[in-house]
């Protein structure tokens, strides 16, 4: 894994100078529509990667329409038990991954990974936020003693948006400086040009992908982020995790 994540880097940075590339979902046979996406790097290293149209219109009506009823306040994970917290405040719903939707997601997530499969793939789940609720900085990992037995956790992070009605209530990376004042005004579509932490926009139907471990396994501390609290509105993602090496079956609930 190690050696194909470094043979991709190699290959975005190198389309980061072009800035960004097409490429339409049509090898996924779960899907009923295609997705036309278009891919910007944002950051080479750490690999941060926006992608637009992730989820066509009518992926973004099903995936509502399959949660609307599944939301839960979210929890965290502590030694591998869910426990409530109030650095997380939002709500969520795991979704199933026998549903088309869901295998649709899925397959795509793989393909823009180029992993053979979704064996790797977490259950789909959505979060929502509304007016006060927000999910301070953290690492998207598990940290349980199961993960570490089995040497598995989460290395990437894909979330899709279902719903952007919500002002500065963008993901944050605080690890991540950046100085945008002399940037291209399409850089500002995408990312906050006013913050000096990297913080990408939420907009319906877009994702944003990033690495969360180094190549040795280790947590890359520049991959802390944090969902920025709402002052007003609401936001809806999908969280789309992928885990490093086999995937056990007594890990599949965490």
């Not at 649709?104 to 789909?124: K, W, Y």
């Not at 004042?181 to 990297?198: I, P, R, Y």
């Given at each position: 894994m190690a050696?194909?994540?470094?043979?991709?880097?190699?290959?975005?940075?190198l389309?980061?100078?072009?800035?960004y590339f097409k490429w339409e979902d049509d090898g996924t046979p779960a899907c009923t529509t295609k997705a036309a996406m278009i891919t910007t790097v944002l950051l080479p290293d750490p690999l941060i990667i926006y992608i637009e149209n992730f989820l066509t219109d009518d992926d973004v009506v099903k995936l509502k329409d399959l949660a609307k009823d599944r939301f839960e306040q979210s929890t965290l994970i502590e030694n591998?038990?869910?426990v409530p917290s109030p650095i997380r405040t939002s709500s969520t719903a795991m979704l199933s991954d026998g549903e088309q939707i869901t295998k649709c997601v899925a397959q795509r997530a793989a393909r823009f990974q180029n992993l053979a499969d979704t064996d790797s793939i977490e259950p789909i789940q959505a979060t929502r936020y509304v007016k006060g609720q927000q999910y301070k900085a953290h690492l998207d990992l598990l940290w349980s003693d199961l993960t570490a037995q089995h040497h598995v956790d989460r290395n990437t992070t894909i979330f899709a948006i279902l719903d952007d009605n919500c002002t500065d209530c963008g993901t944050q990376f605080p690890n991540i400086h950046v100085d945008l004042s002399a940037t291209h005004q399409?850089?500002?579509?995408?990312?906050?040009?006013?913050?000096?932490?990297?913080t990408v926009k939420p907009k319906k139907g877009n994702a944003v992908f990033w690495k969360n471990?180094?190549?040795?396994?280790?947590?890359?501390?520049?991959?802390?982020?944090?969902g920025l609290?709402?002052?007003e509105g609401s936001k809806m993602g999908l969280n789309i995790w992928t885990r490093n090496g086999g995937f056990p079956k007594e890990l599949r609930e965490l």
């Amino acid at each position: 894994m190690a050696k194909i994540w470094m043979i991709v880097s190699s290959v975005v940075a190198l389309f980061a100078a072009l800035f960004y590339f097409k490429w339409e979902d049509d090898g996924t046979p779960a899907c009923t529509t295609k997705a036309a996406m278009i891919t910007t790097v944002l950051l080479p290293d750490p690999l941060i990667i926006y992608i637009e149209n992730f989820l066509t219109d009518d992926d973004v009506v099903k995936l509502k329409d399959l949660a609307k009823d599944r939301f839960e306040q979210s929890t965290l994970i502590e030694n591998g038990v869910k426990v409530p917290s109030p650095i997380r405040t939002s709500s969520t719903a795991m979704l199933s991954d026998g549903e088309q939707i869901t295998k649709c997601v899925a397959q795509r997530a793989a393909r823009f990974q180029n992993l053979a499969d979704t064996d790797s793939i977490e259950p789909i789940q959505a979060t929502r936020y509304v007016k006060g609720q927000q999910y301070k900085a953290h690492l998207d990992l598990l940290w349980s003693d199961l993960t570490a037995q089995h040497h598995v956790d989460r290395n990437t992070t894909i979330f899709a948006i279902l719903d952007d009605n919500c002002t500065d209530c963008g993901t944050q990376f605080p690890n991540i400086h950046v100085d945008l004042s002399a940037t291209h005004q399409k850089w500002c579509e995408f990312m906050d040009c006013t913050k000096s932490v990297l913080t990408v926009k939420p907009k319906k139907g877009n994702a944003v992908f990033w690495k969360n471990l180094l190549d040795d396994g280790m947590a890359d501390m520049r991959s802390v982020h944090s969902g920025l609290p709402l002052t007003e509105g609401s936001k809806m993602g999908l969280n789309i995790w992928t885990r490093n090496g086999g995937f056990p079956k007594e890990l599949r609930e965490l």
